[in-house]
Every structure is written in structure tokens, then in C-alpha cells.
């Protein structure tokens, strides 16, 4: 066993991209298990009747807690008492975090016995029983830690502490703040209360509230078998509409907001509904009774069912309702809805971002939709051999690497199959993909039936090589010679390559005429291959794939080298110019945070080695070392800023990264704003503030003819 529950777990992951701004949003898809149904949408009388919820809902699920919270945050105290139900006899293993003392535990009336310490969390093994149902009675109190509110989104992610205050309380399921039992999915009725002034949520349907100069009391049901449990508590102010779904039946939509972003409420909730209407009409209902946007005091960001958490800063930003937003209410349909088969590979972060990220770009114009496919690939490129998986490993984000795997590849995937077989076709298999597999644990394999069925085509090719290949496609465009044009018709031969073992691709062609550009798609499935393409004018040139809608490994020069390559790839070495003192201690946290691992270290004085390199200095240090190697600063930047940071592609194609900075003022000033610039193949900075940035110009694989 271990402290935490990796096979029942959702996983964190992130769910928007760098901004430059703030961290990450993340996204916490709670892993729910076995098929539920209409028990999510209990009519709010039968609800709080004398528990006739929980009735039918023990039924469904093998595991029931029943939670009595009391949390007070000025003091960061819980104390708390759970009766947990478990239908199954096999034994079990009742954990609870360390931190926690335990006033009372009683099995089946006795009590029981003595535990053991696994890490953070303290367990007991309760054999097997026949008899059922089995009772467990626990009762707990303990000490929150102290809400930190200097911590960045990926230090809160790391943390799994439950943590309290007045602006706030975050008890992540991870930290074993509520007993629970390992491995096992279970379904909820939480009360909770805290001192007045203060409100709190957890996900699911609120059942009950009230609030009085004694405290507020809340009790919350999620009565389908789920992950875990997430509190978050603070002096909310909420704002409350009630909007009808697709099918009529009611959706309460809330914002548990703090006073400072109160005033967003309204916005925020226009959107929810906005997006909930788009995906109910792509999809199908909204399979849930509410939906909340909880602010939280530090700059973080979780989806789970029926709620998004997200911090008080993030919420300001003008493009979270407008992407990020969309993509957790999205969840609720692929991964709180249909649950991704995490052993067989998570689909649902690449399906949710196409059908929310890449959607919204794709509404904002052609253009906006190809840099965002143009950053998939370029980011793709920018990885090391040892860094692709197949797109069946994925199951969650933990770290660069993944997310340019399992969101972005797999968002191209989806996005190569709707050219393939057509919008509409493509929208009914997903509709019927949904109402099959709702609240169903669905695979890979599940939804290449649902894309074969609604197509009527063999689909085992395209799924396979994309699944199961890691890497990329390399397609080069050889050659193209123009035919001599035969009454009136003009062709073209162009010859295509890939190395073995081939993969089976359609490959869009560009050809320009003097009449304008047109696409001929082809089908590539050997490692050369010679394709004869018709046009009515004379053809002038040839362009391989130029809107970027083939998932494949750009060449050189189709893409630039960015920042990211440094900062992702991990044969990446790093050279330190300054030898000691503060310089190189600025150097060296600034390449930490850089490349979030202690960096790989090589002396100035070696020669330049065969894989991605960051050098790191003070600009005469910078100069110096440039001309010893031959190189130069760029001209363009020549005396810019405070700071400077560029790419270059040396002669054997490996990426250089340097970083130069006037003095250790300016060098210290980037150790924040600089990691948000992967994206881009230079930056000037003033200080901290970037004040120019942008990405080499890249040239596409083109033949012209003559
Ligand atoms: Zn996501």
C-alpha cells in the first residue's frame, strides 16, 4: 500500500498553457469508476428527505461515507466523524493522515486494534468478514497547517497538506484529512460546519444550508462511487442561477467567490451557462445538477465533477473565461463523464482540449488555429528521442513532456480523424460515444468503435499507429518536377519519403498556381512514393503540408529553435559563465527554475557538445565566450534591454540557448518572468518586463519548379 491511492485517484494535470502570467491551471479529473446513472440528479425533496438518497445510493455503491465535518479555520482545527458502510467482504485497509489524532475507531462495534505508519498516513487492516454490510465508526481531530499564500501553482500542486485560514481552506483528498478506505471508490454524504462568515463546498449536489450568527452548515451528496473528496472553505460571497438544460431539467451554477473577485460573478456565470449550452448541443446533457467556480487564495487551478477551483488572480485574467474555463466544464462530459481507462490510456485531456482549447482558436480564425497547432508541433520537436511515449502510455500530466504527448498529439489525433471522416460524421460518433459510455469507464478502443460504427470504415490503421508509435512521422518532400502539359492539363510528379517502418498518412500538398494555392491530399504509405497531381494552370511551386495539419516531426527548418528545447529536452546541458559568487548563484537558480531539475553542468571552457545547450552569463562573460565558439549575439538585439535571452540552430542542428545579462541585478530579475517564454526563440527583457519577444521566421518544405 502506499500513501496515496494511485490506482483510484484522478490525476492533476494541466489544462491550460504557459501564459506568462501565471503559473498553471490544472486540472484535477477525479477517476470515478463504476456506471452510475439518474442517482446525480435526485429531485431536491426526495433529497433531504431522511436520507432516502443515501438509501438508493448504498445500493450502488460498494463503499458509503457518511462525514460530520467541523473546521475551524482562525483556529486550524478539524474535527470530524465518519461512519463508513462497506458492502464487500474481501479485507480492507482504512487509512487517515498521520497529522490527525483518532479519538475513536470501532469495526463492526469493536473495537480496532493497533496501526501502522505508511509515510504520511497511518492504516489499519480490518480482515475479512462475512457479514454484511460492515460498519466502521471513526472520529478524528486535528491540526490544519497555515494557509501559505506566497506559494506558486506548483507548489501548491506538490503539497499534500490540508491547509486553513481566514481568506481560506484547501484540503486536498491526498492528505488524508477524512478516513477513508484504500483502493476502494465510495460514494458521499458530507455535512460540514464552520464558524459564521465562512462557506464551503465539496463536489456534488448541495442538499442542504443554512447560515446563522452561530455558523454556516452545508451537507453535500455525491451519491455515485468517486475518487476522493476535496474541501475548500472560505469568506465566500456566493452568487447563485439556475439554468435549464437541454432535456429541461434544472442546473444550479454558483460562484463561491472572496469579495475582491465578487464582482466577476456574473461574467463567470454568463460563461458557464454559454459553455454548457455548446457542449449539451454538441453532445449531450450536461450530466450533472450544478456547477461552481470556487476562487481560491493561492494561484491554482482544479477541475473536478461538478466544480472548477481556481485562484483569485487567475480568475482576473481575461482569457480564463474564454479557455480555460471551457476546458474544465468540458470534464464533466469526457473524464467526469466517461471515464478514461487509465491502464489502457487517458483519452480525455486530448479530447477536451481539442474540443475546448483548439476550438475556441479554431472560432477566432484559421490563423489563430494553425499557431496553435504550429506550438503542438514545434513543442513536439523540441523533445529528445528518450522523451516520446506512445500516446497509449499517457494517463496524466507530470511534467512538460506528458502534457505535449497526452494532450497535445492526442488533440491532433482527434483532429487528423475529423478531417478524415468529416465534421458531421465526427460529431455523431461522439454523441453516441456519450450516450453509451456515460458515467462508464471507456478505453481507447471504445471510442474507435464509436468513429468505425458512425463511419462505416475500418479505423484499426489510423488508431494503431497513432496509439502505440511513439515519436512522430518524418515526411520529407524530395522532389518535384512539372510534366509537359497535355491538352490543357498540367502535372505534377512529386515524390515523398519516410523512413521505415512507414506509417499510413494523408498528406496535404500545396500546390501555387498563378491563380492562387490549392490542397491535394495524398495517401503516403510506403517510405517513397512518386504522386502525379492534376491542376488546369501551369504549377509554379510545391509546399508539403503548409497549415501544419499532419502530426509529424518538423524538419529543421520548418521549425525554429525556441527556448522550450532547453527547458524540456532532458539531455540538455547547461554552461555557468560566472565561476563563483552571486553571479553564479543567480545563474544557477535561474537555470534550476528553468529546467525544474538540478541543471546538468559542463565547464566554459569545453567544446560545444552534440546536444541542446544552455549558457547562462553576464554579457562580457556572454561576448567572450560567443567568439571563442565562433558565434555571435544576434544582430537584432545588439545593445537591447537589460537582458537577453536567444536561440540558435548550430551547423548540426542541435539547439543553443543563451542567456545574457547586463549585470547580477538583471540576471536575478529574470528567474520569474523567463521560464513562462519557452514558446518563443528570443526575449529582451527591461528588468523583469519583457519588452520584445518573438520566434525566428521558419521556412516550409517547398520545391519550386521551373
Ligand atoms: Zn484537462
Redesign the pocket.
Known amino acids: 500500500m502506499s500513501a496515496t491511492r494511485p490506482m483510484m485517484k484522478g490525476t492533476r494535470?494541466?489544462?491550460i498553457p504557459d501564459s506568462g502570467k501565471v503559473a498553471r491551471i490544472?486540472?484535477y479529473?477525479s477517476l470515478l469508476i463504476v456506471g452510475i446513472t439518474a442517482i446525480l440528479s435526485f429531485p431536491a425533496a426526495q433529497a433531504a428527505e431522511s436520507g432516502s438518497a443515501q438509501e438508493v445510493s448504498r445500493v450502488d455503491s460498494p463503499v458509503h461515507y457518511d462525514i460530520r465535518v467541523h473546521i475551524d479555520p482562525l483556529e486550524r482545527t478539524l474535527k470530524g466523524r465518519s461512519v463508513i458502510t462497506a458492502n464487500t467482504r474481501e479485507e480492507l485497509t482504512l487509512v487517515i493522515g498521520r497529522r490527525f489524532e483518532v479519538l475513536k475507531a470501532r469495526v463492526d462495534g469493536e473495537s480496532i486494534g493497533s496501526s501502522a505508519t505508511v509515510g504520511a498516513m497511518r492504516a489499519w487492516r480490518i480482515p475479512e468478514e462475512e457479514k454484511l454490510p460492515r460498519r466502521i465508526e471513526i472520529e478524528w481531530r486535528g491540526e490544519l497547517s497555515p494557509l501559505d499564500t506566497s506559494l506558486d501553482h506548483r507548489q501548491t500542486l506538490g503539497q499534500n497538506e490540508p491547509v486553513s485560514g481566514e481568506s481560506g481552506t484547501f484540503l486536498p483528498d491526498s492528505s488524508g484529512w477524512y478516513p477513508y478506505l484504500a483502493g476502494e471508490l465510495a460514494s458521499y454524504d458530507l455535512s460540514m460546519e464552520l464558524p459564521a462568515g465562512q462557506r464551503g463546498v465539496v463536489a456534488g449536489r448541495l442538499a442542504e444550508e443554512s447560515e446563522s450568527p452561530q455558523g454556516f452548515r452545508a451537507r453535500f451528496e455525491f451519491p455515485a462511487p468517486t475518487g476522493g473528496i476535496d474541501l475548500m472553505a472560505g469568506p465566500y460571497i456566493v452568487e447563485t442561477r439556475t439554468i435549464r438544460s437541454a432535456g429541461g431539467k434544472p442546473i444550479v451554477l454558483r460562484t463561491y467567490f472572496h469579495r475582491e473577485v465578487a464582482d466577476l460573478a456574473g461574467e463567470y456565470l454568463d460563461s458557464v451557462k454559454g459553455y454548457i449550452d455548446l457542449y449539451e448541443s454538441r453532445i449531450g446533457a450536461y450530466p450533472f445538477t450544478e456547477f461552481s467556480i470556487v476562487s481560491s487564495p493561492t494561484p491554482t487551478g482544479f477541475?473536478m465533477p461538478t466544480l472548477t477551483y481556481l485562484g483569485l488572480e487567475v480568475l482576473r485574467l481575461p482569457f480564463i473565461r474564454a479557455t480555460s474555463l471551457g476546458?474544465?466544464v468540458?470534464?464533466n462530459w469526457w473524464?467526469n463523464g466517461v471515464y478514461p481507462d487509465y491502464a489502457k490510456g487517458n483519452w480525455?485531456?486530448g479530447l477536451?482540449?481539442f474540443m475546448?482549447d483548439y476550438a475556441y482558436k479554431e472560432r477566432e480564425s484559421d490563423a489563430a488555429a494553425r499557431e496553435m497547432r504550429q506550438g503542438w508541433l514545434r513543442d513536439f520537436a523540441a523533445l529528445s528521442p528518450s522523451q516520446y511515449a506512445p500516446l497509449k502510455s499517457f494517463t496524466s500530466?507530470t511534467h512538460g513532456a506528458s502534457q505535449i504527448v497526452g494532450?497535445n498529439k492526442a488533440a491532433m489525433v482527434f483532429l487528423m480523424l475529423r478531417d478524415l471522416l468529416g465534421r458531421e460524421t465526427f460529431d455523431r460518433a461522439l454523441q453516441t460515444f456519450w450516450r453509451e459510455q456515460r458515467f462508464r469507464v471507456a478505453s481507447w478502443e471504445d471510442l474507435q468503435r464509436a468513429f468505425e460504427t458512425a463511419s462505416g470504415r475500418n479505423l484499426h490503421v489510423f488508431f494503431d499507429q497513432w496509439l502505440t508509435r511513439s515519436g512522430a512521422p518524418i515526411v520529407r518532400l524530395t522532389k518535384a518536377v512539372r510534366m509537359k502539359a497535355e491538352g490543357g492539363s498540367h502535372h505534377v510528379l512529386v515524390t515523398l519519403e519516410q523512413p521505415e517502418p512507414a506509417y499510413r498518412l494523408r498528406v496535404p500538398i500545396a500546390v501555387h498556381t498563378q491563380q492562387g494555392e490549392k490542397i491535394h491530399t495524398v495517401d503516403l504509405e510506403n517510405t517513397q512514393q512518386v504522386f502525379s497531381i492534376e491542376t488546369d494552370v501551369a504549377p509554379l511551386e510545391v509546399i508539403l503540408d503548409p497549415d501544419l495539419r499532419l502530426f509529424r516531426h518538423l524538419m529543421p527548418q520548418e521549425a525554429t529553435p525556441i527556448l522550450r528545447q532547453v527547458m524540456v529536452n532532458k539531455t540538455t546541458v547547461t554552461v555557468l559563465l560566472p565561476e563563483s559568487g552571486p553571479a553564479r548563484d543567480a545563474a544557477e537558480i535561474l537555470a534550476t527554475k528553468l529546467q525544474h531539475r538540478a541543471p546538468k553542468l559542463i565547464p566554459g571552457t569545453d567544446n560545444m557538445p552534440a546536444t541542446p545547450t544552455l549558457v547562462i552569463g553576464l554579457q562580457d562573460q556572454v561576448d567572450a565566450w560567443l567568439a571563442r565558439h565562433e558565434l555571435h549575439r544576434p544582430e537584432d538585439m545588439m545593445g537591447k534591454g537589460s537582458a537577453q535571452a536567444w536561440t540558435t540552430r548550430l551547423s548540426d542542428s542541435t539547439t543553443l540557448a543563451v542567456v545574457s545579462a547586463r549585470d547580477i541585478e538583471s540576471l536575478t530579475a529574470l528567474t520569474r518572468p523567463l521560464p513562462h517564454y519557452g514558446r518563443q526563440s528570443y526575449v529582451v527583457f527591461e528588468g523583469a518586463k519583457a519588452v520584445s519577444r518573438g520566434t525566428w521566421p521558419t521556412r516550409p518544405q517547398a520545391v519550386k519548379l521551373d
Request: aromatic share 6%; charged share 15%; hydrophobic share 20%.
Open positions: 494535470s494541466s489544462c490544472v486540472s479529473v477541475g476546458h474544465e468540458l470534464h473524464g480525455s485531456e477536451t482540449t475546448a500530466r494532450y
